[in-house]
């Protein structure tokens, strides 16, 4: 739990004061795409599935 707290924070940070640098971070698209391909992953398998019975 602890450590819920400080990945929040740390994420907090982040987003309310960003690091200046002269580019685009190479990691800047994947912060962005992979949570929602997580999330929408769990969504999915949380989704029940039909049985199908077979003849």
Known sequence: MERLF?????LDIGMFKPIET??????QTGNIIF???AV?????LL???KKVIAD
């Open 47 to 49: 989704i029940p599935r």
């Open 35 to 37: 949570p929602v391909v």
């Open 6 to 10: 400080e990945y929040a924070g740390r």
């Open 22 to 27: 002269i580019e685009t971070a190479p990691g």
């Open 40 to 44: 929408l992953m769990l969504i999915i």
